[in-house]
């Protein structure tokens, strides 16, 4: 059966295991979530990626993106484990497109484990407003509501976002493939985003 891409992202978010792996044992598990879990553990995939996990991305580089009209602008650092890593054209290039995502997109974060907890618990709050005189049933409510700060996620960080240039993926899942090819830890560290901000003219 063909698996949904956002399925393999939700199990490599759950397990760390590689996009590759985590796509092979949804097949295998006809979609289901819990068997595919049970796939991964059973072949040592979340093992392996627990312990890649905790080695240190300490090289990388700066990535700019410089608009036209020279008015807006980003930088994105993004790192990995070797400096010959740092210097391999599709590394380069994927920095190069985090720069340009940042640039067009405008995310505030790197990702949902960057955003502040009350800045979560803000938004939560916000949503369960929103659905206080709905009559459905809390666990319905709740599940809601999680749909929601993840519709959330997508808009404010950048590893959520839809790429750009192609909207069937989403960038942490290009940072995942690129990891998988290369076999090693890649991850955006931080981005800053100028604009030019508009100034008013008065008239004579």
């Excluded at 999680?146 to 404010?156: A, D, H, I």
Aim: hydrophobic share 45%.
């Amino acid at each position: 059966m063909a698996i949904d891409s956002k399925l393999v992202i939700e199990l490599r978010n759950r397990t760390s295991a590689g996009m590759v792996d985590c796509k092979q044992a949804l097949e295998e598990a006809g979609g289901d979530m819990d068997k595919a879990i049970e796939i991964l553990k059973k072949k040592g995939s979340i093992k392996a990626a627990k312990k890649a996990a905790e080695r240190t991305a300490s090289e990388g580089l700066l990535a700019t993106y410089l608009h036209h009209n020279k008015k807006l602008a980003a930088i994105v650092e993004l790192a990995c484990e070797t400096d010959f890593v740092a210097r391999n054209e599709a590394f380069i290039a994927l920095a190069n497109d985090l720069a340009l995502q940042v640039a067009a997109m405008d995310p505030m974060y790197v990702s949902p484990e960057a955003i502040p907890a009350d800045a979560v618990e803000k938004k939560k709050q916000e949503f369960m407003a929103e659905m206080a005189d709905d009559k459905k049933p809390e666990d319905i409510k709740m599940k809601i509501i999680e749909g929601k700060l993840n519709k959330w996620y997508t808009e404010v960080c950048l590893t959520k976002q839809n790429f750009i240039k192609d909207d069937t993926k989403v960038i942490e899942q290009l940072i995942s493939e690129l990891s998988g090819t290369i076999g090693e830890k890649i991850m955006v560290t931080r981005f800053q985003r100028m604009q030019m901000a508009a100034h008013a003219t008065n008239a004579c």
